[in-house]
């Protein structure tokens, strides 16, 4: 079964797999990461692709669950990030089943470049799943992308603003809004990141 907003992933994952590598945990979130809790703390990537995150968390010290949905994509983080202990969990938005199953609670939930593969509904379904993993003070990280579609993708257009109005229904507020060029230099992408956690 085609799991909606992956496609186009499995078929061409170790080239993917490169170009996600081909930039670090620190070039991607450094208008961010100082909102991310120090470690030890337990870390939710979802859509977490070949683990270039993930693996970076986990070197930290962080205790790192990987939510791939893409079969190949999971088993390139499985070969390039072997040695760290991340544990990579078949699962995928909006519902994410498995993780809820588990009963877990995170202190930082990353979703970077996933959420535009979601339709509205998709994201107003995925939004109340994200809150309910999240420990009461934890906080959700997201990147959004903006620009053209590439082929073979689905992906839906998607705002900072829109983001924080969903994430207000379910108790959550924005610590940090921010816009940014693209990390491989594309110049028609743009990137907005949003930091959420409890309101107070
Ligand atoms: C652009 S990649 C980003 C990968 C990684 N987070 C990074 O920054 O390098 C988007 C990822 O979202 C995953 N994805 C697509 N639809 C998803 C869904 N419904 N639930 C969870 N992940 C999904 C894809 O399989 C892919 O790994």
């Known amino acids: ?32 990461m100082h909102l991310f809790p120090s470690p030890p703390a337990r870390v939710l990537d979802i ?14 010290g962080h205790r790192v669950v990987a939510v791939e949905p893409t079969d190949a994509l999971r088993r390139e983080g499985l070969r390039l990030h072997a040695g760290k202990p ?9 519902d994410l089943q498995r993780l809820h199953r588990r009963k877990d609670r995170f202190d ?4 970077t470049a996933v959420w535009m593969h979601l339709d509205i509904e998709e994201r ?14 934890g906080r959700i990280s ?27 229904s379910h108790g959550l507020g924005a610590v940090q809004v921010a816009e940014r060029d693209d990390m491989l230099g594309r110049p028609d992408i743009r990137w907005s990141f949003v930091v959420l956690e409890r309101r107070r």
């Not at 107003?124 to 003070?137: E, F, H, Q, V």
């Open 1 to 32: 079964m085609m799991i909606r907003g992956t496609q186009g992933y499995g078929s061409n994952a170790p080239e993917l797999a490169e170009q996600y590598e081909s930039i670090t945990f620190d070039d991607v979130h450094h208008e961010v």
């Open 47 to 60: 859509g977490a692709g070949s683990g270039r995150d993930a693996a970076a968390l986990a070197t930290l």
């Open 86 to 94: 991340i544990e990579w969990v078949d699962d995928h938005l909006p």
């Open 108 to 111: 930082l939930i990353l979703l």
């Open 124 to 137: 107003r379904t995925a939004m109340k799943s994200l809150a309910g993993l999240l420990d009461a003070n």
């Open 142 to 168: 997201m990147s959004l992308r903006h620009g053209p579609v590439p082929e073979g993708r689905r992906m839906f257009e998607v705002s900072a603003d829109e983001t924080i109005e969903l994430a207000g």
